[in-house]
T-cell receptor, first 111, second 115 residues
Framework: GEDVEQSLFLSVREGDSSVINCTYT??????LYWYKQEPGAGLQLLTY?????DMKQDQRLTVLLNKKDKHLSLRIADTQTGDSAIYFC???????????FGRGTSLIVHP | SQTIHQWPATLVQPVGSPLSLECTVE??????LYWYRQAAGRGLQLLFY??????ISSEVPQNLSASRPQDRQFILSSKKLLLSDSGFYLC??????????????FGDGTRLSIL
């Protein structure tokens, strides 16, 4: 079955770039998503990418997709303390209603 | 624009009591609707999803049930809560149809504590 893996923690200094990595196993994955969850809140959709794309940029966020290695990354430029949260990677195969989520990466931004 | 409302935000219930959590979506028609539980380990467990009124799919056997009495209303219920039902419950919606991008959009969640 599908599996999505993420490292559990990432610590960065304020102002540096953060790179959160994700690997997935489903070769038929068509859509890949990044969500942000702040403490006590729901998941907020940050960005998504189609599997026929290599890169997508949206302000401070850059998503890179390596389809050969089934590797997805989210880069946050100029990381701020407000970026501290849990970041979830998710993938969904075309024709499926159900995405598969990773367990989330806790991003800690320190001064 | 579309919005999702989930309530209550927090709930403390004794073991054996009933449960009803509500979720409503505004600004769209015939959405796909989902209930998730997020345990302390952070992973999301899909409990139920619905692609239309009266159509409920259950992902895991459990003490909970779901209903969709109206197009944009999704209810999570239990007749008798167990300690293991404690957790953070999230409702989500996505546009209907399998051919679109279909990102899910989440509510603010309900923190359920069973005593």
């Amino acid at each position: 079955g599908e599996d999505v893996e993420q490292s559990l923690f990432l610590s960065v200094r304020e102002g540096d770039s953060s790179v959160i990595n994700c690997t997935y196993t489903d070769s038929s994955s068509t859509y890949l998503y990044w969500y942000k969850q702040e403490p006590g809140a729901g998941l907020q959709l940050l960005t998504y990418i189609f599997s026929n794309m290599d890169m997508k940029q949206d302000q401070r966020l850059t998503v890179l997709l390596n389809k050969k290695d089934k590797h997805l990354s989210l880069r946050i430029a100029d990381t701020q303390t407000g970026d501290s949260a849990i970041y979830f990677c998710a993938e969904r195969a075309g024709g499926s209603y159900i995405p598969t989520f990773g367990r989330g990466t806790s991003l800690i931004v320190h001064p | 624009s579309q919005t999702i409302h989930q309530w209550p935000a927090t709930l403390v219930q004794p073991v054996g009591s009933p449960l009803s959590l509500e979720c409503t979506v505004e600004g769209t028609s015939n959405p796909n609707l989902y209930w998730y539980r997020q345990a302390a380990g952070r992973g999301l467990q899909l409990l139920f999803y619905s692609v239309g009124i009266g159509q409920i799919s259950s992902e895991v056997p459990q003490n909970l049930s779901a209903s969709r009495p109206q197009d944009r209303q999704f209810i999570l219920s239990s007749k008798k809560l167990l300690l293991s039902d404690s957790g953070f419950y999230l409702c989500a919606w996505s546009l209907s149809g399998q051919g679109s991008v279909l990102p899910q959009h989440f509510g603010d969640g309900t923190r359920l504590s069973i005593l």
